[in-house]
């Protein structure tokens, strides 16, 4: 197979803020699922208000550590983390952390939009009235329609917000899902393959939204479009086989590998 560049046709993320404070720090982090160990010491940090894409092969563990972050394992039977995970020095995994706080600070979008099946008022307005950031309908008015004006869908939809948040299309459902997500003001976003179910003109549209929501974010995103995370994203981590063997700025990563295995994956030769 051909060698290929990932510069080739892409538009590079804004450039890296080197000396961007430290939002989430990573160490040692080993992960089981019953017998079997899905991560091996992963150590990185993420820098706060950039994008980090998580690439590598499916079963790396790309997806495992992402859910580590918001303690989304908890909820896996027989799964156990160990090692060091920080949010602004914050022990993610200490027992006296309020999961429900930490899941505020650190939303989630998943691979397949998942609106309540509410209205696309109420989708946008739940988080905010469970979290209390408001009391008064005018409030939560003005709250919601931000939320919605900040994903690009407010126009769309100002004319029918009490009709089902699930008879949107899958490219409005899915900025329906962020809308809910940054509604209750969170600062850290997840994104589990957040375009893998979308064509490419709502694929578009997210990426789009990516690149301004990073100016108010700390964002990670799993991908597994080479493509996706050289346009979106300022550093890139490659998993393989539940640990991670390259880290660094995305251009950097994509042009110029310190790693063969890295290489071999990005040109398409396993994968």
């Known amino acids: 197979m051909k060698d290929i560049t990932m510069t080739e046709n892409l538009s590079a993320a804004d450039p890296v803020v080197a000396d961007a404070p430290i939002k989430i720090r990573a160490e040692k982090v080993n992960v089981h699922y019953s017998d079997k160990q899905a991560l091996f010491d992963v150590s990185v940090?993420?820098?706060?208000?950039?994008?980090?894409?998580?690439?590598?092969?499916?079963?790396?563990?790309?997806?495992?550590?992402?859910?580590?972050?918001?303690?989304?394992?908890?909820?896996?039977?027989?799964?156990?983390?160990?090692?060091?995970?920080?949010?602004?020095?914050?022990?993610?995994?200490?027992?006296?952390?309020?999961?429900?706080?930490?899941?505020?600070?650190?939303?989630?979008?998943?691979?397949?939009?998942?609106?309540?099946?509410?209205?696309?008022?109420?989708?946008?307005?739940?988080?905010?009235r469970i979290h209390k950031l408001a009391t008064n309908k005018a409030d939560i008015d003005q709250m919601v329609e931000e939320s919605l004006k900040r994903v690009g869908l407010f126009d769309e939809v100002a004319d029918r917000l009490q009709s089902p948040g699930t008879g949107l299309s899958g490219g409005q459902q899915q900025r329906l899902c962020i809308a809910r997500a940054i509604a209750v003001q969170p600062e850290v976003l997840l994104m589990d393959e957040p375009c893998s179910a979308l064509d490419p003109i709502a694929t578009a549209r997210i990426e789009g939204l990516i690149d301004e929501l990073r100016n108010n974010y700390t964002i990670v995103i799993v991908t597994h479009s080479m493509q996706q995370a050289a346009r979106v994203s300022n550093y890139t981590a490659f998993f393989h086989l539940g640990v991670i063997e390259e880290f660094g700025e995305t251009d950097q990563v994509f042009t110029n590998p310190t790693e063969e295995r890295t290489r071999a994956y990005i040109t398409g030769r396993f994968g």
Do not use: W
């Open 45 to 128: 940090d993420l820098l706060e208000k950039q994008v980090t894409s998580l690439i590598g092969p499916s079963g790396c563990g790309k997806s495992t550590f992402l859910r580590c972050l918001n303690r989304m394992n908890d909820v896996v039977e027989g799964c156990r983390v160990s090692g060091g995970l920080h949010i602004n020095g914050l022990d993610i995994n200490a027992p006296s952390t309020d999961v429900v706080e930490l899941r505020r600070r650190v939303g989630m979008v998943f691979q397949k939009p998942n609106p309540f099946p509410k209205s696309i008022y109420d989708n946008v307005a739940y988080g905010i």
